[in-house]
């Protein structure tokens, strides 16, 4: 039996923190190459809360002990039965589809989300969703709720507040109506994520009217809130980093403000140039002198750290030691290249393992050809057929190396991941401490295999001196 996980031991306690400090955080969500975001790069927003949860997607409650919190989140058109402003999900559903971190999903599929999203809307969603639309339609946001690390990186921006805090905006909120006025000028999800957070710390998000003409966007929101909680180190600020699992969605990219996407965006640059060359400089020097934020190099600087003996985060300007953690979670340069060579020598030793499809074509092979089935628990398995006889892979963090998942197929599954993540940036990287822990899984079923080959050998070679000695013994006199 695999025993819980480095990114399982990270969810449960630095998003947790204690429940003697609860939680509320800024979420910001990678941009994706579709819709508007395909235009504008500015990603989306929510909010994480370690002390509130759902007690339905529509209504809150104080967490019970061993729930690891939520996200409350607003869309254009959530797609439920009736409008609703927001929905509120787990923390682990938001971000791997399922309840328990340790069957999250270690590859990453279309097919894949779509069955999380299914097992969602029907163990959460009955209530609010039976209409055609809102069960079949994947234009119903609700679906953006489910497994978001799919899809997208995600950063969460955090502080501590206190439980009096919690049960004034647990009642507030419950009491208020539930009603979509979305508006993407006045009222979009930053704005949204803005009025949540300053009913806990007045002021604490602002707009930024320079660099995002007038309007609130999700990188306002985390890069304002940032400045507020380092100005308040009595919060304890901090961030956690998500990396999108590997897979065979296309890669989620940064998030822009406004002024940003001009400068970075050719699909921009270059009509600026032609047709607005006297506003191009403004906005280059508005984003160059006000707008830069970095929401990667942010949690290199300020990451939640591993835990301590009393299973509490280590306060950045409390432990001498936090430093030293810091770089643990997060890794120098030189552990990743050093990684990046040992990856190298194990492919090279290993080039049986890889067989016909190598490490760019695996996972579209395994996403094409393989049966997908999804357990009560939301854990994954994938059935392939090869030479005429079938084999099961486990694709959760919990059944990756189980009894009945393939070895071989395992081993390749783990590799091709290995061989993503060491080649992917920064901000689509998962942290060092989760690396070390899936090479060591690598490195597990690499042995298993190796002993099954050595035991099959063995029986081959004593299958083969019986049979002699049972030769020899008939034609004793």
Not at 391 to 397: A, F, I, P, T
């Amino acid at each position: 039996m695999v025993g819980p996980s480095v990114a399982v031991t990270f969810l449960l306690m630095s998003v947790l923190v204690a429940r003697a400090s609860a939680s509320i955080g800024v979420v910001l969500n990678e941009s994706l190459d579709e819709s508007m975001d395909r235009i504008t790069g500015t990603g989306h927003t929510a909010v994480y809360f370690s002390n509130i949860c759902p007690d339905s997607p529509v209504r809150l409650r104080e967490c019970r002990p061993g729930e690891l919190g939520s996200v409350l989140s607003t869309y254009v058109n959530i797609g439920e039965d009736y409008p609703f402003e927001w929905n509120i999900v787990p923390l682990s559903v938001y971000l791997y589809g399922v309840e328990d971190p340790q069957n999250r999903p270690i590859f990453g599929s279309k097919r894949i989300k779509h069955l999380l999203e299914e097992r969602y809307r029907e163990k959460y969603l009955t209530e609010y969703c039976s209409s055609e639309a809102c069960r079949a339609s994947n234009k119903s946001e609700w679906r953006e709720m489910v497994a978001a690390t799919l899809i997208r990186g995600v950063y969460i921006f955090a502080v501590d507040t206190k439980p009096g805090q919690d049960r004034a905006f647990i009642a507030n909120f419950n009491a208020a109506a539930n009603k979509n006025d979305f508006n993407g000028v006045t009222r979009n999800c930053a704005d949204f994520t803005r009025s949540v957070i300053n009913s806990y710390f007045p002021h604490a998000v602002n707009r930024d009217y320079l660099n995002d003409f007038g309007m609130t966007s999700p990188k306002a929101v985390a890069r304002t809130f940032t400045r507020y909680g380092l100005r308040h180190p009595e919060l304890n600020f901090r961030v956690m980093h998500f990396a999108q699992v590997p897979g065979t969605i296309k890669r989620s990219s940064d998030v822009r403000a406004g002024t940003e996407q001009l400068y970075r965006s050719k699909k921009f640059l270059i009509p600026m140039i032609l047709f607005a060359d006297h506003e191009l400089p403004v906005a280059v020097a508005s984003y160059l002198l006000t707008g830069r934020f970095s929401p990667e190099r942010t949690f290199e600087q300020h990451p939640a750290l591993e835990v301590t003996g009393e299973d509490f985060p280590i306060p950045l300007d409390q432990q001498g030691a936090a430093g030293e953690q810091k770089i643990q979670m997060v890794g120098t340069r030189g552990e990743w290249n050093e990684y990046r060579s040992k990856l190298h020598v194990f492919v090279e030793d290993n080039r049986s393992l890889i067989g016909t499809h190598d490490l760019s074509r695996f996972f579209k092979y395994l996403d094409q050809m393989g049966n997908l089935s999804l357990e009560a628990d939301g854990s994954l398995w994938m059935e392939l057929i090869q030479n005429g006889e079938p084999l099961r892979v486990g694709l959760s963090e919990n059944n990756v190396l189980a009894v009945a998942s393939n070895p071989q197929l395992a081993s390749k599954v783990l590799l091709v991941r290995a061989s993503r993540l060491l080649k992917s940036p920064k901000h689509s990287r998962e942290t060092m401490l989760e690396f070390q822990h899936d090479w060591t899984k690598l490195q597990r079923a690499s042995r298993e295999i190796e002993t099954a080959s050595t035991n099959a050998d063995s029986a081959k070679s004593t299958h083969h001196l019986l049979k002699a000695a049972d030769a020899d013994f008939v034609e004793l006199p």
